[in-house]
């Protein structure tokens, strides 16, 4: 059913103590979300809204101003897009390595290995989608005084990445081992790239610049290259994001006059819609589901879908396709 492929936004369901860092003060009102693939939460109760596989994760976080997530590094690639609010990406163990300030529509990849945080700077709440690489994404770094607070404040992490909240009640099983913060040695292994080669893993949504050889370009209709890993079957070439870490995934922005249209076409792979302004109609073989701002859809392997811009403004969505270098569709007769 489609209705079991659909977010709705106003549907998320949050969960508001995912991370060791959720009660440390300027980070304890943050909300984290799972939304496609098993997520990289710590707390087993986190809602996951689709578990399936599809050999990347969908994550998001919303946020009230001045709200701070903690420093923190990841094994597998993380990509935010900005949905709503001024966001800075903070670097470095001590947050004091370099920054990225991005507004509405903006992309990054952060580099495997390193130290990043996050900090809603706007004066509203702001929402982030987050994609992470890999069915498994692996367990998250955090910066040693991450640790030091979080015992303060009755959080404990288990080795495997398991959360305990000992002021919720829960106890710390019997033999279990704590997660140490990371050594001088794994300190050094996750150092902060030069500010040039950061400043490559942002694209601004003013700089987005369209594909005309996509299959999908046509009157009204324009592909962006956001992240590329390397040359496709669909006429990409790499960039403006390839990156010297692995994604396993494209990203992709769709751009829609309105009243345009894509005919039906199939993908051989996984394929998540992330809707970030207009109304967009999606047509399946299994019926047709209306998006709004904020809501993903995922569409099965092989299955006809087909777009059409239905708002009387512009519509723009943000498209990740698995693996590196996805086929062309193939168009239904």
């Known amino acids: 059913m489609l209705s079991q492929r659909t977010i709705r936004y106003a549907d998320l369901r949050p969960c508001r103590n995912a991370f060791v860092d959720s009660r440390t003060p300027g980070s304890d009102a943050k909300e984290n979300f799972t939304l496609i693939g098993p997520g990289v939460s710590e707390n087993p109760n986190q809602y996951v809204h689709i578990p399936e596989p599809h050999g990347f994760n969908i994550g998001a976080a ?21 949905h709503t609010g001024r966001w800075r990406m903070i670097f470095g163990v001590n947050a004091d390595e370099g920054e990225a300030v991005m507004g509405p529509g903006d992309v990054v990849s952060i580099p ?16 982030l989608f987050a994609v992470l690489g890999g069915d498994d994404p692996g367990r998250v770094t ?19 990445g398991r959360l305990v909240d000992t002021m919720a009640g829960e106890t710390v099983p019997r033999g279990a081992m704590l997660q140490q913060p990371p050594d001088a040695a794994a300190m050094a292994a996750l150092t902060t790239p030069a500010a040039g080669k950061l400043a490559g893993c942002v694209v601004a949504a003013r700089d987005f610049v369209a594909n005309p050889a996509s299959p999908l370009a046509r009157d009204g209709v324009e592909e962006i290259p ?20 692995r994604h396993g995934f494209n990203l992709r922005a769709l751009r829609m006059a309105s009243g345009a249209s894509v005919p039906s076409h199939t993908r ?51 498209v990740v396709r698995g693996g590196d270098a996805p086929a062309a569709p193939e168009f239904v007769a």
């Open 112 to 127: 495997t290995r390193m130290f990043r945080g996050f900090e809603n700077i706007g004066s509203e709440t702001g929402f």
């Open 62 to 82: 919303r946020q009230p101003p001045g709200c701070l997530n903690s420093q923190h590094s990841h094994d597998t690639a993380e990509v935010f897009v900005v």
């Open 226 to 245: 956001l992240i590329t890993p390397a040359a496709t079957g669909d006429g990409f070439s790499a960039g403006p994001i390839s990156g010297w870490w």
């Open 142 to 160: 955090w910066a040693p005084k991450v640790f030091e607070l979080a015992r303060h404040y009755g959080l404990v992490l288990l080795e495997g």
């Open 268 to 318: 051989s792979e996984a394929e998540v819609i992330m809707l970030h302004e207009g109304v967009l109609e999606i047509t399946t073989g299994q019926g047709a589901v209306l998006l709004g701002p904020g809501d993903c859809f995922t569409t099965p392997v092989g299955m006809n879908r087909a777009f059409r811009a239905t708002s009387s403004a512009t519509v723009l969505a943000y």
